[in-house]
């Protein structure tokens, strides 16, 4: 009886071996099959890649921005050469001699090995010529960026590098590989995607040995999508220019459209040499039209756009500034020592006095001044297509208590009311704020205008945008235009006033630890505004003098050159 049960468990042991091998095979043949037979498929072939060339990018009138140049390298097939030392011996010498370097390469059993880039053209012929002798050597080429106009608009270019780590953990799903170049920033960046490309490539099947047996398939690489950008070089270049080489900024828009047509930061770079900018001590990368700064006389225009709407004032009440303004014990002084005297809330805002605004900002208090901001895109990204855009910073009651532990103070709400404080704005919302103040419109920033395939096919074309109205009343409108028209006329501004064309605009002078930041915005001509231009010159300390002068030089250039045109 005891042999019957021993016979029944070994038996039992059997069949539950034979199970689980059965569930093990059904397993990798059945649930997994698909799996494993792709392994097998790769481990039997191997793709040699080749890079696909990127879009290309043009500005609005079809000059080229960014685009590609064949780079020549020198390449080994290992598998041809090691089989046989003497030629191996015999074609390095040779191969030595032609590029004035001694070679020392890994053994690939598969991959071709880089001996040598960015290799001469000079060269090249002298190998094609050898090419009896120089068995196993292959001279191949591939796309490298190239941007033909050097650091113009490289904030807004961008460059590109080799994917890195961090990069290809994100990337890799959508088919990102080691070695592949990526948009770094910019442009570049922000439009990766599109621009990228397919990569082709070789496929050949190994032997057990990892050697190539024979060609499988061979597919060519697709390029990328082309961009046409809404800048407009040439007064892309003059905007640079005129900035010169101080640390700061220039944006100009259409306010009717919202397109850029010129964007500028400086410290730049050139993005054909990425690595000099490294050694840079001032920041090249940072792209400042995006960065948020303190905007000083310039909110100005929000503040009384605030008053006027909410009835806490009207065009015709009279101030009075001695030169101070008294908030308890302590004096709040006005930029002009000596006072403006009796004026206007109109007047007030022509000659910038702080004594009438700092009188504005108490009345309003900083959540209804930070409602009017918000009216105008002040405290968002306005969601331009490049990274890097800050939000900046509308300070509110709340925001005070949360983040600084502190109540707000009437202080708080005379600075608000000046532009200074807690307030931070970028160059850009800067821009868009004139040009909703000219048009009576909000638009949306934007770069890119149209897509297009390699094979000409258009993927996205920009819709005209109508934009969002401001909710104000038409009068309101009109006291703000006057008084930015008279800036400029015969106010703090005079220094962009022109001959032939009427400017708008304001300025201002934004405390900072060091130097005051300078700031210069106007929109022209004042009645049928065509372009609006913030100019910002960190550490400028005045307005009316540094970042007045660049958009001066912008205004003219841009106007004697459409007199030039007509």
Request: one cysteine or more; hydrophobic letters at 40%.
């Amino acid at each position: 009886m005891v042999k019957i049960d021993k016979i029944k468990v070994v038996i039992g042991i059997i069949i539950l071996v034979f199970l689980l091998l059965f569930l093990r095979l059904f397993q990798l043949q059945v649930l997994e099959g698909t799996k494993f037979q792709k392994l097998a498929e790769e481990n039997a072939a191997k793709t040699i890649p080749s890079l696909a060339p990127r879009g290309i990018i043009y500005d609005r009138y079809g000059r080229i921005l960014a685009e590609n140049r064949p780079v020549f390298f020198v390449q080994i097939m290992p598998h041809l050469l090691d089989k046989d030392l003497k030629l191996k011996e015999r074609v390095l010498s040779r191969l030595e001699n032609l590029l004035k370097q001694k070679i020392d390469y890994q053994v690939s059993a598969v991959q071709p090995v880089i001996i040598k880039e960015n290799i001469p053209l000079e060269t090249v012929v002298r190998i094609e010529e050898q090419k009896e002798e120089l068995k196993g050597v292959v001279v191949g080429s591939c796309p490298l960026r190239f941007y033909p106009f050097g650091t113009a608009a490289s904030h807004l270019l961008g460059y590109v590098g080799e994917i890195e780590a961090d990069e290809l953990k994100r990337l890799k799903e959508k088919g990102y590989q080691l070695g592949d170049i990526v948009g770094k920033d910019g442009i570049e960046k922000y439009y990766e995607e599109e621009l990228k490309g397919s990569n082709g490539g070789q496929k050949v099947e190994v032997d057990v040995y990892g050697k190539p047996v024979r060609l499988l398939e061979s597919f060519d690489p697709i390029a990328g999508s082309d961009l046409k950008l809404t800048i407009d070089l040439d007064l892309q270049i003059a905007a640079e220019k005129a900035l010169g080489n101080r640390e700061g900024a220039v944006v100009i828009l259409d306010p009717k459209t919202g397109e850029i047509l010129a964007l500028v930061s400086h410290p730049n770079y050139d993005p054909n040499r990425v690595w000099e900018a490294l050694k840079h001590g001032r920041h090249p990368f940072m792209n400042r039209a995006l960065a948020t700064y303190p905007p000083g006389s310039i909110f100005k225009v929000v503040t009384l756009t605030a008053a006027l709407e909410e009835k806490l004032t009207h065009p015709g009440e009279v101030f009075y500034c001695p030169g101070y303004y008294l908030i308890g014990q302590r004096k709040a002084r006005c930029w002009k020592e000596s006072g403006h005297g009796h004026l206007t809330v109109e007047e007030g805002l022509v000659q910038s006095c702080d004594v009438v605004f700092y009188e504005l900002g108490r009345r309003l208090g900083p959540e209804r001044l930070a409602r009017y901001a918000r009216f105008y895109g002040l405290g968002e990204r306005l969601g331009i297509d490049l990274p890097q855009e800050k939000r900046g910073l509308v300070p509110t009651e709340e925001w005070k208590r949360q983040v600084l532990r502190e109540p707000w103070y009437e202080g708080d709400s005379i600075n608000y009311g000046i532009g200074q404080g807690f307030l931070q704005v970028t160059p850009l919302q800067m821009a868009a704020v004139y040009g909703a103040v000219a048009t009576g419109k909000r638009v949306k920033p934007f770069l890119v205008s149209e897509i297009r395939k390699h094979n000409g096919q258009v993927i996205y074309q920009v819709s005209s945008s109508k934009g969002e109205p401001l909710p104000f009343a038409k009068e309101t409108l009109e006291v703000l235009r006057k008084a930015l028209k008279a800036v400029v006329d015969r106010g703090t501004g005079i220094a962009a006033r022109m001959t032939e064309v009427s400017v708008s605009g304001k300025t201002g002078t934004a405390q900072n630890p060091g130097l005051p930041h300078a700031w210069f915005l106007c929109y022209a001509p004042s009645e049928a505004p065509e372009i609006a231009i913030a100019s910002f010159v960190a550490h400028g300390e005045h307005g009316d003098r540094a970042a007045a002068y660049v958009a001066r030089d912008i205004l003219k250039f841009y106007f004697d050159r459409k007199k030039e045109i007509w």
